[in-house]
């Protein structure tokens, strides 16, 4: 029985070996990998430059007069509108100089009052010799004292009407200081950084200002281009002056410091057309309404400006790869592939604008190119070009 069943086992074992050893090895089919048609279409992309952000009108708030700050009545960021008062500075000594002024022009009314009771008694003088003089009453002598005498209470009448117009001017004046001493936005806006607080001594000729108001309902993108640039636009964009070409210029984005787009658009008002010697740049300037008070001063962004590309050849960015300073991509030629150099002009929404290397209705690999070698067998798989362009997200 044993033996039995040793032949048994011996028999499967030979039967299981010879079919192993008949069995074809297979070759695994080549890796599949996306192929796109190089096509021409029409492209948007945009100029960027870095941008600068400041409220259309920016106003220094400084006191006109010598003072300490008796109280502050706003914070920073706060919203205010024109006239509204921001400091108080003590009065003590503006209104001890208006009690001295106000005495001075009481004093020079009393003057004023002597003086023309003179003119009037100097006059009866004239009046009552000049008879006299007619009738040899009197000599001509006193009468020309007594005219004298009026020309001299007539004088001293206008130096007394002079003194009260001066001490009149000089009590406005310190009326003037004391309503200084309040002291009002000259715009409305935004309150900017407080440089003086309560008690601090302030003045019209200090460094700084107290704060800055700022209105910032529009606000002002400044950016700058090098003066090649400046040519390129100068020469290329439609109209026979700057100012024409600047009103020619479309619509501009402001890319945030966060990678978003702000919701308005801008539009470009005015450039120096100058060359800033110190920089070898233009500066241009760009006014985006500002109604949700996102942006103030001291904002930074980027300025897009919109450039059109027609009828250029394009492919995925994700088929394109770097060496040695050299673009390539892998060309698809049946089931094998072969690296070809090319000329990226730019680069945008993922795609890359191909200036040399290309034909249109070839087809290259889209995606994965890390993977792939020179003469590399693979398996094609015709996809759209749409399918592995991927827009950027706000980061």
């Not at 960015?317 to 090319?342: C, H, L, N, P, R």
């Amino acid at each position: 029985m044993k033996q039995t069943i040793t032949l048994l086992f011996a028999l499967i074992g030979m039967f299981t070996t010879t079919s192993c050893n008949t069995e074809v090895k297979k070759t695994p089919p080549p890796k599949p990998f996306p192929i796109v048609e190089v096509k021409k279409q029409d492209i948007a992309s945009y100029y960027s430059f870095p941008a600068e952000i400041s409220g259309k009108n920016n106003n220094q708030v400084r006191s006109k007069i010598s003072g300490y700050i008796l109280e502050v009545l706003i914070d920073e960021g706060a919203k205010v509108e024109e006239g509204q008062a921001l400091f108080k500075l003590e009065t003590n000594i503006q209104d001890q100089n208006a009690d001295a002024a106000q005495a001075q022009v009481s004093s020079s009314l009393a003057i004023i009052d002597g003086a023309k009771a003179g003119v009037q008694a100097a006059q009866v003088e004239v009046d009552k010799l000049i008879p006299l003089v007619e009738k040899d009453i009197v000599s001509n002598i006193q009468l020309e004292t007594a005219r004298a005498n009026l020309l001299k209470a007539k004088g001293q009448l206008s130096q007394a009407q002079a003194g009260y117009s001066a001490a009149q001017a000089n009590y406005q004046g310190v009326k003037e200081n004391i309503k200084f001493s309040t002291i009002t936005s000259p715009i409305n806006g935004i309150v900017g950084k407080l440089n003086s607080r309560t008690g601090s001594l302030v003045g019209p000729s200090d460094p700084k200002p107290i704060t800055t108001v700022s209105d910032v309902s529009e606000v002002y993108a400044y950016f700058s281009v090098n003066e090649r640039q400046y040519i390129y636009f100068f020469q290329k964009f439609p109209g026979a002056s700057l100012e024409d070409k600047i009103s020619l210029i479309p619509p501009i984005d402001l890319e945030l410091a966060n990678g978003s787009l702000f919701e308005e658009k801008g539009e470009v008002e005015t450039s120096t057309g100058q060359i800033d010697p110190a920089t070898g740049t233009i500066e241009f300037r760009v006014k985006f309404e500002n109604k949700n008070g996102l942006l103030s001063n001291g904002n930074t962004g980027k300025i897009r400006v919109p450039r059109m590309y027609e009828n250029v050849l394009v492919v995925p960015e994700s088929a394109t790869y770097e060496q040695q300073g050299f673009t390539y991509v892998y060309k698809s030629q049946g089931d094998s592939v072969i690296s070809v150099m090319i000329e990226v002009k730019d680069r945008v929404n993922n795609m890359a604008i191909v200036e040399k290397g290309l034909e249109e209705g070839e087809l290259v690999v889209g995606k994965g190119v890390g993977n792939l070698k020179n003469r590399m067998k693979i398996t094609p798989q015709e996809v759209s070009i749409d399918s592995l362009i991927r827009f950027k997200t706000v980061k």
